[in-house]
């Protein structure tokens, strides 16, 4: 097996589990659902496998280094974090019905890095600026920062949509009839969707201030500069912001519900700026991850 | 004293906090999309004459550091101080607090309380939690009150102040920036090899020149590829020579500069120089050495060695993109020979008295960048502090629980109260309560039930 049959085979082993929960989601069938988890675990072994694989076989070409290096290899990551944090929240709050709004992304995100035109595939040995030990810390926790605000965006958008439905009803005096329930009254309770929400958005953005960090130190012990205010690190710190007023709007005015589910919809939209959007639209250091 | 509270209020506000965020976020946009640092004419090309003199005005060629964006960096430091200011003394308050002497009537109203029965009598009972508590890793103190006993314990009270770690965090990082502007500086230079300096030059419009205090000198420079001719390393051998000796010697590539005298030298840049080759010859029978720059059809000499040689003729690159060189060569010793090697590819030279090894590369300088920067150790404290900080403000909580134990008119018994309060995390302290209230019916003694 190479590893790029490995992580080809994740693309369409996420589409499945995206079915399975979209199963689950529009037809209440409780055994897609546990064939969903069980699929999603298969498929994050299989891309865990794959991206160690890739991870020798550079070693092989004698050009060995960690997977993280081009944009092809962070979509990797970014799939495999966005599916491996959706099953601990799955674990944690025993829910399938989220499954639908956060396996989308890491099949996506496979299947851009898979069939884009644009994106190259090949393992490519790395330039001279990314020949460091930072290149692992700095990218990983990136990742799963990124990983962690998919998720709330995701769910962000569950939780508007379910909180929409209900203010209809009440607009309409309408009761929930046993036996009669939309796919959305049989989400948890919103209260628990927007708990869901601020975890993630409290755990991604630990992890994006580490990959600021990673970033900076790596900057200084490369160019004799922690920050030079290049686009890449200048949208992380906007990304930064948006989630710093989610947090402050949480932490002291109690702010809950509808407004941080529209922050994680947006902060979403910052972080696939910078995850992204910098790289083809706007130049700077951070060249190398744009092929 | 009004205005001053105004003033106050404004400055610890939440709501300043916030739109200095929104302000720093959108205004930071301007600067990705508008290229930074480029000369006027820049300016004037791409977006007309009159946007380059509002540009100019409002210093948006160098935004980050334009009066305006200072300006919202202070604003957000002067907030983030006095937010400090106003809330750590009650955070002090809450910590110091008597929590004995809350008002008993009220904790029993509290919601989520939990009520538990013991057959035990007071005394006992109030000494059975003693014990338990003491192995349970909570601090606690008790008091007897109103004919019962209260017990208050807690844990986690220093977590309160992970947020000020956070926000004085930023501030640190701020000082350290601050310290690198002023007693810092940014500086590049080319240095030939087989050439030393001492002095490097400010990355400011005039390049300014700065003395080193030092020489420091190009041995030699590496471009190596990968098969896919893509670049592998660039790397600079450099020597440090104070005094006429040296003191330092290093191989730096990106990613590995060279420390000396709170500078560092970044391997930054290259360039080739024209027509100009370095030829390293070493006799291996007598390990004599030495390099020399060579130009193309000039004889060289090695007196030492009495050895002459030079460059007679260059090919264009073969298939590994290595450019030939033909050298003649002469030590006096049977007849001058003439033969070709690859650049950087060292050759053997046999001869009647002696073996030579020859080697010719292109003769480069090597582009350092220079920096000094004294703020960078409170830069990374800060960040370190702030790493920290933040994992204190989302996992950890302060938690406090009182027991409130008083007789039960009727039986002997006694009654049983608990309750818990925290600043965050109301989940984790109902585990902790849960884990008190097993603990409780566990110790047989006291027979509690739920009650």
């Not at chain 1, 079915?19 to 298969?42: D, E, N, P, Q, S």
């Not at chain 2, 983030?80 to 003394?89: K, T, V």
């Amino acid at each position: 097996m190479t590893s790029s049959q490995l992580l080809g085979a994740t693309t369409f082993i996420y589409l499945l589990a995206t079915f399975l929960y979209l199963l689950v989601l529009i037809f209440k069938a409780r055994r897609a659902g546990i064939l969903g988890t069980a699929v999603t675990l298969i498929g994050v072994l299989v891309q865990t496998a794959g991206i160690i694989m890739r991870w020798v076989e550079s070693y092989q070409m004698g050009i060995g280094h960690a997977p993280l290096s081009n944009m092809y290899e962070s979509l990797v990551i970014f799939s495999w974090a966005i599916a491996l944090s959706y099953l601990v929240i799955e674990v944690i709050y025993k829910n399938r019905m989220l499954g639908a709004f956060a396996l989308p992304f890491a099949f996506a995100s496979m299947a851009y890095g898979s069939f884009a035109g644009e994106i190259h595939r090949e393992i490519s040995p790395l330039v001279p600026a990314l020949q460091s030990n930072w290149l692992l810390a700095h990218v990983f926790t990136c990742f799963i920062g990124y990983a962690a605000f998919a998720v709330a965006c995701g769910i962000g958008v569950l939780y508007l949509l379910k909180d929409r439905k209900e203010r209809n009803r009440k607009a309409a005096g309408r009761r929930v009839v046993e036996g009669e329930e939309g796919v959305l009254d049989l989400l948890p309770p919103l209260k628990t969707i927007d708990e869901i929400i601020h975890k993630s958005i409290v755990f991604g953005f630990l992890w994006l201030s580490a990959g600021i960090i990673t970033g900076a130190v790596w900057a200084n012990s490369a160019w004799g500069t922690y920050w030079s205010w290049d686009p890449k690190e200048t949208w992380s710190l906007i990304t930064w912001f948006v989630y710093a007023v989610a947090l402050h709007a949480r932490f002291t005015k109690g702010w809950g519900g509808r407004r941080i589910a529209w922050i994680a919809v947006f902060g979403f939209l910052s972080v696939l700026f910078t995850y992204y959007g910098v790289n083809f639209w706007l130049s700077g250091l951070h060249s190398y991850g744009s092929s | 004293m009004k205005e001053k509270n105004v003033l106050w209020e404004f400055f610890t506000s939440v709501k300043l906090a916030i739109f200095t965020f929104l302000a720093l976020a959108a205004t930071s946009i301007i600067g990705t999309i508008i290229p930074q640092n480029e000369p006027f004419g820049f300016y004037v090309e791409n977006f007309g004459p009159r946007w380059a003199t509002i540009f100019k005005y409002l210093n948006v060629p160098d935004m980050y550091h334009a009066w305006w964006f200072v300006s919202l960096l202070v604003l957000f430091s002067l907030n983030l101080i006095a937010c400090s200011l106003d809330r750590i003394p009650n955070v002090v308050r809450i910590l110091r607090k008597d929590n004995l002497a809350v008002d008993i009537e009220r904790l029993e109203k509290r919601g989520k309380n939990r009520r538990l029965l013991s057959a035990l009598p007071l005394e006992q009972a109030a000494d059975k939690l003693r014990g338990l508590l003491a192995g349970s890793g909570w601090s606690f103190a008790s008091r007897e009150r109103d004919g019962g006993v209260l017990f208050f314990a807690e844990k986690g009270g220093w977590t309160r102040f992970g947020v000020y770690t956070v926000h004085g965090s930023i501030l640190v990082i701020f000082i350290g920036a601050i310290i690198g502007s002023i007693w810092g500086y940014k500086a590049s230079v080319m240095i030939a090899e087989g050439t030393s300096t001492d002095q490097v030059y400010a990355r400011d419009e005039r390049h300014t020149p700065i003395p080193l205090g030092f020489r420091l000198r190009c041995d030699r420079f590496l471009l190596t590829y990968y098969a896919n001719g893509m670049p592998k390393d660039y790397i600079s051998d450099l020597s440090v020579i104070k005094d006429g000796k040296v003191v330092l010697q290093k191989r730096i590539e990106v990613n590995d500069p060279l420390q000396y005298a709170g500078l560092t030298f970044y391997q930054s840049s290259y360039q080739p120089i024209d027509n100009q080759y370095v030829i390293y010859l070493k006799n291996t029978t007598s390990g004599a050495f030495q390099n020399f720059i060579v130009m193309p059809l000039r004889q060289m000499r090695w007196e030492e060695e009495n050895v002459a040689f030079g460059i007679v003729e260059r090919r264009n690159p073969n298939m590994l993109g290595q450019y030939q060189h033909k050298i003649w060569f002469s030590d006096g010793k049977g007849s001058p020979v003439s033969f070709w090697v690859s650049e950087n590819q060292p050759v053997r030279l046999e001869r009647p008295g002696a073996t030579y090894t020859v080697e010719v590369k292109q003769r480069f300088a090597t582009g350092l960048q220079v920096a000094k920067d004294p703020g960078v150790w409170p830069v990374y404290i800060g960040c370190t502090l702030m790493l920290l900080g933040l994992a204190v403000v989302f996992f950890m909580s302060h938690r406090r629980i009182w027991i409130w134990v008083r007789p039960e008119p009727q039986g002997g018994g006694c009654r049983i109260v608990l309750s818990g309060n925290a600043n965050k995390n109301r989940d984790g302290l109902e585990k902790d309560l849960d884990k008190i209230e097993s603990l409780l019916n566990s110790s047989n003694e006291l027979q509690v039930q739920g009650g």
